[in-house]
């Protein structure tokens, strides 16, 4: 089965930096998702990262290490708009299925 | 593109009460998802479509619950009958193929609340 941890509630100043930890046991991985979802909407996709690193799209970067079952997803300059749940999923080997953590949610505080 | 559609957008029905939902995933998108997600909690997989037969249903309450999607196209859940704890959000996501790669996008949700 799979288990996905990260922590439930995370404050931030806007302009600032915040990183979002999530951890991971799995019985088969092919890759770990990241999420944004915005209160009372749908998740919508930030992220996807398969083989160990750092990858970065603009304000937001993740980082995967497969072999400590571990990663996170890092948002810079800080914006209002910033604020939401970000989810951390985990693909598993069978199916391809999703299993997702229970989800952060950042507030960014001006 | 258009993106994932469902309806209703918001539900409210009496325990023991049957309710169906509608999900029109993105063109061209053989793969389709249903997730229940409780309020404060990450979404859980229902239910997974590859074209029109089911992959994985293991965490599908089969007693109450019943998904279809006939043509491979739209798809329905439904729940007879209705228990107070099936209040959430259910999430219809659809992605192109199913491969490790895939990127599943996601539905505005209908927000169920069963009282």
């Known amino acids: 089965g799979q288990n996905i941890d990260q922590p439930t509630e995370m404050t931030a100043t806007e302009g600032a930096i915040v990183q979002i930890n999530c951890t991971y046991q799995?019985?088969?991985?092919?890759?770990l998702f990241w999420y944004q979802q915005h209160a009372g909407e749908a998740p919508t996709f930030l992220s996807y990262n398969v083989l160990d690193g750092l990858e970065e799209k603009g304000r937001f970067s993740s980082f995967l290490s497969r072999s400590k079952g571990y990663s996170y997803l890092l948002l810079k300059e800080l914006q209002m708009k910033d604020s939401a749940s970000y989810l951390c999923?985990?693909?598993?080997?069978?199916?391809?299925?999703?299993?997702f953590g229970g989800g952060t949610r950042v507030l960014v505080k001006p | 593109e258009a993106g994932v559609a469902q309806s209703p957008r918001y539900k409210i029905i009496e325990k023991r009460q049957s309710v169906a939902f509608w999900c029109n995933p993105i063109s061209g998108h053989a793969t389709l998802y249903w997730y229940q997600q409780i309020l404060g909690q990450g979404p859980k997989l229902l239910i997974q479509f590859q074209n029109n037969g089911v992959v994985d249903d293991s965490q599908l309450p089969k007693d109450r619950f019943s998904a279809e999607r006939l043509k491979g196209v739209d798809s329905t859940l439904k729940i007879q009958p209705a228990k107070l704890e099936d209040s959430a959000v259910y999430l219809c996501?659809?992605?192109?193929?199913?491969?490790?790669?895939?990127?599943?996008?996601f539905g505005p949700g209908t927000r169920l609340t069963v009282l």
């Open positions: 799995t019985s088969g991985f092919n890759g």
């Open positions: 999923a985990v693909k598993g080997a069978a199916g391809n299925k999703l299993t």
């Open positions: 996501a659809s992605s192109p193929g199913g491969d490790s790669t895939d990127t599943q996008y």
